[in-house]
């Protein structure tokens, strides 16, 4: 110790879990160093046998309540370590800083960003000065503080603050408690009441819980605090290891809130979620010592397969909300840590779910430091096929036939098309056709659904790095098939090689509207004479791969629609055939055909060019509505801003209202300003239902003018009036 100046000095001892040890006064003179040996006597200090008969008294000094004061002393002598720490050799600490969002019961986190931190320290963890809380309080400028050592060990924070012991509680048997709480005088400032949690067997400092005072009745009732917990290092030295500030977001009351599907007014605050700020040291080290270094909480999955069509290897789990991730080894197992304590909504996929599109399987998990093990079991083939197929598309035992498109060096392909033909008996007596199921891969992945099993199949893949052909046949009981095509120039798409002058038809089937039809059958007779069957798949598509040019007589059904038949020519190479069926009308062709070997859609480029320039109140591309993972279009428009979702108590419909303002009329009064919805640059009728909108995965993109002065020009006649509320766009691909 480096003495202030020479004199007569005193020094005591303190240990933690012992009485003090005060050795006799001694001189120190001008230059001298004096060695002093202690010889601890201390007698230790049995907190479990103090009897707590006063829980009120406003005792701070340890000698104003012997009572108070011992068990305070041990406290204070934890968190007097903490503080004496900076003046030795520093410590090098590693600890983590988070921001978490927690569900509206506290328990799950749906979002959390952490930062990491290595450096020379005393304090992974430190407040603001103790002379500022105790002027400003504790809630300031819509901040919340927790106190540290400096703030708790100071005299502002002893003159404030009423101590009482706290007897132990059935969630901390062992436990001795340290109440305090602000006095009488603090009534109007944003204080903290809280007790220090010590172990009556060792007197050691566990645990810090605190509550914030003075704030809204709401918030106090929702438990808007925090916690320090401690941890004594190998030297003796002591810390906080891990701290937390856990505060609830409120609905404001009045305000309209958005619970399940119905919109509804809150006469009083509510808890919609909490915001929780924290921070947890992973380890200590003083040179070459490691004085603490973490366990962590992990998260362990065994993933269960079903059948050996849905395999575990290679399964891929995500932590919602955080970038937590981890993939299962042969046997199906994931570990993913450290991460921090709590519960997350897991989601898990294989590559093949990810190949079908289809949604990742959910399940609750716990992080913690145990050794507990979640198990989460994977669909089994036939339930892949009922989710990435529609019901009528395999209502009579038919499989999914799905593969990968790649170039020769090996570069998967977009656009390519995939056709696979078998013959089916005909009507007439010894007579036989040919029924094609067709598909355009994305991104190099294709499926066909309602393929037969058991019969011999042609594969065919067409596109412009070349063409591929197999021949396939799939088992009685083998729901899934797998295809990998390469397109090669060198091979053709037919066995026998077809003539360069040969077509590939697509067809797109939509009501009069826009909707793509999906299950639409095509009869279509070839200009050689031969009938070929297609049925369009869930995106209204069907292709037809190898055809004559000429003409094609095409018969067009589907269930809810007028029946006919169209004659369309088509050429050599890549030809699209758009049909529009309706229910009171004879199918027509549409007005838009486009033959070669590209097509050319440019009704995304005012779309794309606002989205750049930031025109609009709000915009999501592709990508972005993909992160935000909505189950249905319409729930992407709960956080966008200027919207807010209503449902018409007449006819269920959710429609948009604006957040700017009501519509006033002199005849009807005040009611909801709906905001007017276009689809693909075309207006759709007022009363239009947002939960009809097509999925998300089928949209390029979303836009919200949340105003009349935001509104594009090109919308301006049909849709600017007096009481314009704003304007929704809506993009599918």
Avoid at 256 to 269: D, N
Avoid at 336 to 352: K, M, Q
Avoid at 571 to 592: F, H, K, Q, S
Wanted: glycine residues 10%.
């Amino acid at each position: 110790m480096h003495l202030p100046a020479i004199g007569r000095y005193q020094m005591s001892v303190l240990r933690i879990g012992f009485e003090p040890t005060v050795l006799p006064e001694f001189e120190v003179s001008a230059g001298e160093t004096r060695d002093v040996s202690v010889v601890m006597h201390a007698a230790p200090v049995h907190l479990a046998k103090v009897d707590i008969r006063e829980g009120t008294a406003c005792r701070v000094n340890p000698d104003s309540g012997l009572m108070v004061a011992r068990a305070w002393e041990q406290a204070r002598r934890a968190l007097l370590t903490t503080r004496l720490s900076a003046g030795d050799v520093p410590l090098v600490g590693e600890w983590i800083n988070y921001q978490r969002t927690l569900d509206a019961s506290g328990h799950y986190v749906r979002k959390q960003e952490v930062h990491a931190v290595r450096s020379p320290t005393a304090h992974a963890f430190e407040s603001v000065p103790a002379e500022r809380l105790a002027t400003d309080g504790y809630v300031t400028d819509g901040m919340a503080y927790a106190p540290d050592a400096e703030v708790l060990l100071s005299d502002s924070f002893a003159a404030t603050h009423c101590l009482k012991l706290v007897p132990s509680q059935a969630e901390r048997p062992g436990m001795l408690g340290v109440g305090f709480e602000p006095t009488p005088e603090r009534a109007a400032i944003p204080d903290i009441t809280g007790t220090f949690w010590l172990d009556t067997a060792t007197a050691e400092l566990r645990t810090l819980d605190f509550r914030y005072t003075r704030m809204r009745e709401e918030a106090i009732d929702a438990g808007a605090g925090g916690t320090l917990r401690f941890l004594r290092l190998g030297d003796g030295e002591w810390l906080v290891s891990d701290w937390a500030v856990r505060l609830p977001k409120l609905a404001e009351p009045g305000r309209a809130v958005l619970t399940g599907a119905l919109s509804r007014l809150e006469g009083r605050a509510h808890v919609v979620g909490f915001e929780v700020t924290g921070g947890a040291v992973n380890r200590v080290q003083r040179g070459d010592s490691v004085l603490y270094a973490a366990k962590g909480a992990a998260v362990r999955v065994q993933v269960v397969a079903r059948d050996a069509m849905v395999t575990a290897r290679g399964a891929r789990l995500t932590l919602a909300g955080t970038d937590y991730a981890g993939t299962a080894d042969t046997l199906g197992r994931i570990t993913v840590a450290p991460v921090l304590d709590g519960r997350f909504v897991a989601h898990v996929t294989t590559p093949l779910l990810d190949s079908l599109g289809i949604t990742s399987i959910e399940a609750d998990v716990q992080a913690a430091p145990g050794a507990r093990v979640d198990s989460l079991r994977l669909p089994s083939a036939r339930d892949v096929l009922l989710a990435a197929c529609p019901q009528d598309s395999v209502r009579h035992g038919e499989a999914l036939l799905r593969g990968t498109v790649r170039s020769e060096a090996g570069r998967l392909l977009s656009g390519a098309a995939i056709t696979v033909t078998w013959r089916i008996a005909n009507e007439a007596p010894g007579d036989s056709a040919e029924r094609t199921l067709g598909a355009l891969s994305t991104e190099g992945r294709w499926r066909i659904c309602g393929v037969p099993r058991g019969i011999p199949l042609a594969v065919r893949l067409t596109s412009d790095s070349g063409s591929d052909g197999r021949d396939v046949r799939l088992d009685e009981g083998e729901a899934l098939g797998a295809v990998d095509l390469i397109a090669r120039a060198d091979v053709a798409a037919r066995r026998d090689g077809p003539a360069a002058s040969r077509a590939l038809v697509e067809f797109r089937v939509s009501a009069t509207g826009g909707t793509a039809l999906d299950d639409a059958r095509l009869d279509v007779s070839l200009p050689d004479g031969r009938t070929r069957v297609v049925v369009t798949n869930a995106g209204g598509q069907a292709l037809l791969p190898d055809v004559p040019p000429g003409t094609l007589r095409v018969k067009t059904r589907r269930i809810g629609f007028v029946p006919g038949q169209v004659a369309v020519r088509i050429e050599a190479g890549r030809n699209t055939v758009p049909i529009l069926l309706g229910e009171t009308a004879l199918p027509a062709l549409d007005t838009v055909r486009i033959m070669g070997d590209r097509r050319i859609d440019a009704r995304f480029d005012e779309f794309d060019t606002r989205h750049l320039r930031h025109e609009a109140t709000a915009s999501l591309d592709e990508s972005e509505i993909a992160k935000r993972r909505p189950l249905e279009t319409w729930h992407l428009f709960r956080e966008l801003p200027g919207v807010r979702m209503a449902k018409d108590p007449t006819t269920g419909a959710m429609r948009p209202a604006s957040t700017r303002g009501l519509k006033v009329d002199a005849m009807k009064g005040v009611s909801l300003c709906f905001l007017t919805v276009y689809i693909n640059g075309a207006p759709v009728a007022p009363d239009f239902d947002l939960g009809n909108l097509p999925m998300p995965s089928e949209l390029h993109g979303v836009e919200v003018f949340a105003g009349a002065a935001s509104i594009p020009l090109r919308y301006a006649g049909a849709v600017l009036s007096d009481q314009t509320c704003g304007l929704i766009a809506i993009w599918t691909k």
